[in-house]
C-alpha cells in the first residue's frame, strides 16, 4: 500500500527566504508526482505535474524535483511572498486514476 | 475557460439523511474523481468515472456511490448519512485516464458537508 509523507508539518519563515518541501514515497510504482496548494476553506490549486519518467519541473519560482529509485520529491519555492502562505500536499499517481496524498506542509511566510 | 464546479458549495444534514453531491469537469475532460478531505485522514480517494464507467475504487462502505452521465458531469451520493461522513468532498477533472501517462488532476472548490 502506497504511503505519503511529507516533513516537515508545518513551517514558518521570513519573507524572501528559499525553502524546501520534502515529500516521500514509499511505492516507486508511481504514474506520476502532482504538488498542490490548498488555501483554507478551499479546493487545490495544482501547482506543477512531474511524470514519472521527469527528473523535475518549473514553474516560476516553483521548482519540483522527482527522485522515483529512493522515492522522494521537493518543492523549492524562490524568494517566498506571504501570498505562499497555504497548505502544499504532494499526491503521487498510483494507476492513471488515482493519486494518494501525503498530510501536508502548512506553509506560513511572516513579512 | 471554466474550472471544476461542484453544487453545492455547503450543506448541513441530519444523521440518517442522504445526499448527492454534483461535480461539473472542465470541458472536454472525462475523466472524474471523487476525494473526501477530512483534518483525521486528510484527503482518500472514493472513485473515478471515466465515459460512465467507475475505473476504480477507494476503500469506502457501499453507503458511498456515484455515477457519471453522457456530458462527463458526476454526481455523488451517501446514504445513510453519520455524524464521521463530515467532510469537504473534492472533485477532479483530467483529459483522460489511459495510457502509461497520468495527466494533470484538477480540483473544484469543493462541497463542505456537515452532518448533524
Not at chain 1, 498510483?94 to 506560513?108: C, I, M, P, S, W
Request: charged residues 15%; aromatic residues 8%; hydrophobic residues 30%.
Amino acid at each position: 500500500k502506497q504511503e505519503v509523507t511529507q516533513i516537515p508539518a508545518a513551517l514558518s519563515v521570513p519573507e524572501g527566504e528559499n525553502l524546501v518541501l520534502n515529500c516521500s514515497f514509499t511505492d516507486s510504482a508511481i504514474y506520476n508526482l502532482q504538488w498542490f496548494r490548498q488555501d483554507p476553506g478551499k479546493g487545490l490549486t495544482s501547482l506543477l505535474l512531474i511524470q514519472s519518467s521527469q527528473r523535475e519541473q518549473t514553474s516560476g519560482r516553483l521548482n519540483a524535483s522527482l527522485d522515483k529509485s529512493s522515492g522522494r520529491s521537493t518543492l523549492y519555492i524562490a524568494a517566498s511572498q506571504p501570498g505562499d502562505s497555504a497548505t502544499y500536499l504532494c499526491a503521487v499517481g498510483q494507476g492513471a486514476q488515482k493519486l494518494v496524498f501525503g498530510q501536508g506542509t502548512r506553509l506560513t511566510i511572516n513579512p | 475557460k471554466a474550472g471544476v464546479t461542484q453544487t453545492p458549495r455547503y450543506l448541513i444534514k441530519t444523521r440518517g439523511q442522504q445526499v448527492t453531491l454534483s461535480c461539473s469537469p472542465i470541458s472536454g475532460h472525462r475523466s472524474v474523481s471523487w476525494y473526501q478531505q477530512t483534518p483525521g485522514q486528510g484527503l482518500q480517494f472514493l472513485f473515478e468515472y471515466f465515459s460512465e464507467t467507475q475505473r476504480n475504487k477507494g476503500n469506502f462502505p457501499g453507503r458511498f456511490s456515484g455515477r457519471q452521465f453522457s456530458n462527463s458531469r458526476s454526481e455523488m451520493n451517501v446514504s445513510t448519512l453519520e455524524l464521521g461522513d463530515s467532510a469537504l468532498y473534492l472533485c477532479a477533472s483530467r483529459t483522460s485516464g489511459t495510457g502509461s501517462l497520468g495527466t494533470e488532476a484538477f480540483f473544484g472548490q469543493g462541497t463542505r458537508l456537515t452532518v448533524v
